[in-house]
C-alpha cells in the first residue's frame, strides 16, 4: 500500500484558534484524522506531519522524492502556509525532487490578501487545492487516487 504524505507548514499547528473565521473551529489533530479516514477510504497509508520550520520541509520532500523514486509514496500534499508565498527552497525542493504534489490551502488565498495571490510551489506543484476548508485536504487525496488509477 503507498503513503500519503500531508506536511503542513507555519502556523497550522494554531488551526481551531487561530482566525476561526477563516480557517474553521477544526484542530489540527481533527484534521489528521479527516485525513486518515480518507486514506483509509482510498487504500492509501497516512504519514501526517507539521513544522514551523522551512528547512525541516525541505527535508520531508526531499525524503518525499526518494520514497516516491523506490515506489512507496502516493505522493504529497502540502499547504506551506506563509511559505507559499516567499519559499524558493520549497520550489527548488519539490522541483529537484520531481515528486507528485497537490498544493493546498485551507481558504481561497484569492479573496484575500494580494500577496497571498503569489505562489512559488504552484508552478511545480501537480494540483492547486483551495478554499474549501479542512475538506480540501480528503478532496487532495481522492485527487492522488484518481492521478494513481490514471484518470486524473
Not at 527548488?92 to 495571490?117: C, M, Q
Amino acid at each position: 500500500m503507498k503513503t500519503v504524505l500531508i506536511l503542513n507548514g507555519p502556523n497550522l499547528n494554531l488551526l481551531g484558534t487561530r482566525e476561526p473565521q477563516v480557517y474553521g473551529a477544526q484542530t489540527l489533530a481533527d484534521v489528521q484524522a479527516l485525513c486518515d479516514r480518507a486514506c483509509d477510504a482510498n487504500g492509501f497509508d497516512l504519514d501526517f506531519r507539521q513544522s514551523n520550520h522551512e528547512g525541516e520541509l525541505v527535508e520531508w520532500i526531499h525524503e518525499a522524492g526518494r520514497a516516491q523514486a523506490a515506489g512507496t509514496l502516493a505522493g504529497v500534499i502540502l499547504n506551506a502556509g506563509a511559505y507559499t508565498h516567499t519559499s524558493v527552497a520549497l520550489f527548488d525542493a519539490i522541483k529537484g525532487t520531481g515528486v507528485t504534489l497537490i498544493e493546498l490551502h485551507i481558504s481561497n488565498v484569492f479573496a484575500r490578501e494580494a500577496f497571498r495571490h503569489h505562489s512559488y510551489i504552484s508552478p511545480v506543484a501537480k494540483a492547486v487545492m483551495c478554499g474549501f476548508g479542512v475538506n480540501g485536504y480528503a478532496l487532495a487525496i481522492a485527487g492522488l487516487a484518481a492521478m494513481q488509477a490514471g484518470s486524473a
